[in-house]
């Protein structure tokens, strides 16, 4: 398969069980193991992490046993041929994340979130991967009065500061979402994850990572993101998935609902050579009827539609586009690119 120089990942999560908040699972686990074999098989090239996707129950472990468990971890890797593009610390499962994590108003709670996301550092260090990427899951409210918002936003640059600190090599990518689990988050868009990375104390090593159902939920076109943030060097990576319309995030397959809406996603990519500065990340779910066996399709279906969008992409009539935007034709120019994604001339 050509890949015109683009590499592809996915996390060990987008292999999954098919449970939802009102159902229980529907297809049995796979071992962490099991699902890295299907790396390669499927078409990818990295794998991203959850901080304990690599090293399970780190809370119990000491820094030198998760340094360890980290380190088998990336003896797995090189053995299946496979980078570690990021690992992100997950920071709303713990008891001690319920209200949030370096925005909890708990001190306790806050420092347990440092150090979590210290102990993800070291963990990435071991995978030899230099990108986190912050989900900030619970940084947000339920109830506005709860917290103090400029409070929260100092946290939260705090928090990225003292991770920059800890280790000098180390990118961080801030993946913004508007809401779920919290009603409203703090870091909704790109233009607020980028404005709290250009005031760190090293902006040059805060960057985005742009998830398309994300871009969604807030109402706004993931291609206008993608570029938004590729016009100040700073998108690092991508969840590309698809959604229909804003309600629960669906991590649907890339283009499944809106083709020209991921059509533009490819060519403001494609147009602004992103394989030369990171990975495509497909953050794709099987839907819940998916039986067991036929459960990765998600995964190798977006990978390939994302390489026939760049196709398109290549092959538009640049000539006639740029006649047709001269003119102000942009009636006909409509009408180019619904051909051009029919197949038609
Ligand atoms: C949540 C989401 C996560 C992050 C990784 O909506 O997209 O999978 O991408 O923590
Ligand atoms: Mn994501």
Redesign the pocket.
């Known amino acids: 398969m050509e890949k015109y120089g683009y590499r592809f990942s996915f996390?060990p999560?987008?292999i999954h069980e098919g449970a939802d908040p009102f159902g229980p699972t529907v297809r049995p686990s796979r071992t962490f193991d099991d699902k890295l074999a299907e790396y390669k098989k499927l078409g990818f090239d990295a794998v991203?992490f959850?901080d304990d996707d690599a090293v399970p129950s780190l809370d119990d472990l000491s820094p030198a046993q998760i340094r360890k468990a980290a380190r088998a971890v990336r003896k797995k890797l090189d053995d299946n041929g496979l980078l570690a593009e990021f690992v992100?610390p997950?920071l709303?499962e713990h008891p001690k994340t319920i209200d949030g994590a370096y925005t909890s108003n708990n001190p306790q709670d806050r420092a347990y979130a440092l150090d979590r996301s210290k102990k993800a550092v070291d963990i990435a260090q071991e995978l030899g991967a230099d990108l986190m990427?912050?989900?900030l899951?619970r940084e947000g409210t339920y109830l506005r009065e709860a917290k103090d918002v400029v409070r929260a936003t100092e946290q939260l640059l705090e928090a990225i500061n003292t991770l920059l600190d800890y280790d000098p090599k180390l990118r961080i990518a801030i993946?913004p979402?508007p809401n779920?689990p919290m009603d409203l988050a703090y870091i909704p868009t790109m233009g607020h994850a980028l404005a709290l990375g250009f005031q760190a104390n090293d902006p040059s090593r805060v960057g985005v990572?742009m998830?398309s159902?994300?871009s969604i939920l807030a109402g706004l076109d993931p291609s206008d993101e993608i570029g938004f943030a590729m016009a100040f060097g700073k998108l690092w990576s991508v969840?590309l998935?698809d959604q229909n319309g804003p309600k629960f995030?669906q991590?649907r397959s890339f283009a499944s609902v809106d083709l020209r809406r991921a059509f533009n996603q490819a060519r403001v990519l494609d147009e602004n050579r992103f394989w030369e500065v990171g990975i495509v990340?497909l953050?794709v779910k099987a839907i819940r009827t998916q039986p067991a066996e036929l459960a990765t399709r998600h995964l190798s279906n977006s990978l390939r539609m994302f390489l026939r969008l760049v196709e398109l992409v290549r092959s538009l009539d640049k000539k006639a586009m740029e006649e047709l935007v001269a003119a102000r034709d942009y009636e006909e120019l409509d009408w180019l690119i619904l051909n051009h994604l029919m197949g038609r001339s």
């Open positions: 996390g999560w987008n991203q959850h992100a997950r709303w990427v912050l989900w899951a993946e979402k779920e990572l998830e159902a994300h969840h998935n995030d991590d990340g953050d």
